[in-house]
């Protein structure tokens, strides 16, 4: 089975930066691609950031020039560093990845917990 876990949330000042980590365990072959949501109270899960296999990167209009995207292939790892964090930023982040735990299986997409991310002085 596998399991992507998040760690790196927190509380900070705005202005401040946080860097996220995905981290994806168990019975993997490849990670295609892998990325980024958040999700408001009472909203729906939004897109942050996505990264393919080959490193393209996708971001969300409201965090391009702050929020970067990378991948660790050889760690199973995908980051998000965010920087000039606004109050508006506070959400609960969420990783996904399209993991093929087989060769000869399709890739599912897998979530993670989630991590509070709250931007507040």
């Known amino acids: 089975q596998v399991r992507l876990v998040e760690s790196g949330g927190g509380l900070v000042q705005p202005g401040g930066s946080l860097r996220l980590s995905c981290a994806a365990s168990?019975?993997?072959?490849?990670?295609?691609?892998m990325g980024w949501y958040r999700q408001f109270p009472g909203k729906q899960r939004e897109l942050v950031a996505t990264i393919t296999g080959g490193d393209g990167a996708n971001y969300a209009d409201s965090v391009k020039g702050r929020f970067a995207i990378s991948r660790d292939n050889a760690k199973n790892t995908v980051y998000l560093q965010m920087n000039s964090l606004k109050p508006e930023d506070t959400a609960v982040y969420y990783c996904?990845?399209?993991?093929?735990?087989?060769?000869?299986?399709?890739?599912?997409?897998?979530w993670g917990q989630g991590t509070q991310v709250t931007v507040s002085s």
């Open positions: 168990g019975t993997i072959f490849s990670a295609n691609a």
């Open positions: 996904k990845g399209s993991i093929r735990a087989y060769d000869w299986l399709p890739p599912v997409d897998y």
